[in-house]
């Protein structure tokens, strides 16, 4: 029996196109010979559904036409429990569409690449490839992912961060302390969103506000960061998990205007998203050797210290005034899951796809070598449980 591999993409995401075009590359990528591959995709209402029909990109032009052509499925939150289930069974339909034995997750953004997915997994406790949910959030989360490296010795670029109800509240206290803390030009992000989706440059404080009011639509969260104007956008991807991992080569995307935006990205200056392999760039990027070690060593122990594991892009920002170098943001699910470094750098995607697999098969196995529960019952012990014992229960 092959391995079957339940690959996951959609969701309900603004990069939700974007996951169905990395999905369908990484689906095509992976060896029929060795394992089968179930398309699981999520609709933007958070609806679960497979099918063969799934695997051509061509047909998410019409969603309810191809939605009609696939089986609306569902998974159970037990643990140990791996299959597929139908939603609407037939009077002579098995109930089980199918059993994964591994899943990948090809998610981008809210609601499925932050550790709200990856929760569901690990409820399951199906084998998975990828960041678990607290480095998943942690990444996710520009605020605590800057928190998190500059306390471990990581460079960030200075930043000032607030809620949406704080802006309304107490705008011009925090305008005041962009002003005073920054200065302008700064740049506007919602805390918790990829792809440039609500991102923008403030050069006044007019700018600000405009900038801000539109990230507030995106996230609840809203992170202000001092703009390097003269900079340099160096993106490098990591494989492994965060006790052993391995570094590509480097790439510097180029942009069209300012700020990378959603179409240098993914429309690549043609007509129709192709994927992150599509945009412009230079790979490897041109710089001096010192430069591109240093920027691989923080790319590892950005990987390391937010415990990450998979295939994960960090972007870097350089200032080409005084050179210094930024940590900019880390994507634990990166557009075409960065497969494009990596041939770069000598590993080809079907052989990227199946060190995911391994990877993920590895840390389960891991995972099964730690105790979770002891096998005592405090409520079948003498006296049973009483609310005034010493020192707790520890768990």
Partial sequence: MKTNIGVFFGGRSTEHEISVISASQAMHAIDREKYDVTPIYISKQGKFYTGDALFDVANYRDIPALLKKCTQVYMEP????????????????KPVVTTLDVVIPVLHGSNVEDGIFEGVLETIGIPYAGCNTLASANGMDKITMKMILRESGVPVIDYVWFTDKEWYKKRDELISRIETKIGYPVIVKPANLGSSVGIGRAADR?????????????????????????????????????????????????KSAE???????????????????????????????????????????????????????????????????????????????????????????????????????????????KTVSYDANIFSMSGGAKGGIKGGVKS
């Fill in 78 to 93: 037990s643990y140990d429990d791996y299959n597929l289930y139908r939603v609407k069974k037939g009077m002579f339909e």
């Fill in 206 to 254: 007019a700018q600000l506000i405009e900038k801000v009011d539109n990230a507030e639509k995106y996230s609840s969260r809203i992170i202000v960061e001092h703009m390097v104007d003269n900079l340099k956008e160096i993106n490098c991807s990591v494989l492994g998990d965060c006790d052993e991992y391995e570094m590509s080569v480097l790439e510097e995307p180029i």
């Fill in 259 to 369: 700020i990378l935006s959603y179409e240098d990205k993914y429309m690549g200056g043609t007509k129709g998203a192709k994927g992150m392999q599509a945009s412009q760039k230079r790979i490897p990027a041109d710089l001096p050797e010192d430069m591109t070690a240093r920027i691989k060593y923080l790319a590892g122990e950005t990987f390391r210290v937010l415990g990450c594991h998979g295939v994960s892009r960090i972007d870097f920002i350089i200032d080409d005034d005084t050179k210094e170098i930024f940590v900019n943001e880390i994507n634990t699910i990166p557009g075409s899951l960065s497969f494009y470094l990596w041939e770069a750098t000598g590993l080809k995607f079907d052989a990227l796809m199946e060190r995911l697999v391994r990877l993920a098969l590895k840390r389960k196995r891991e995972q099964g070598q």
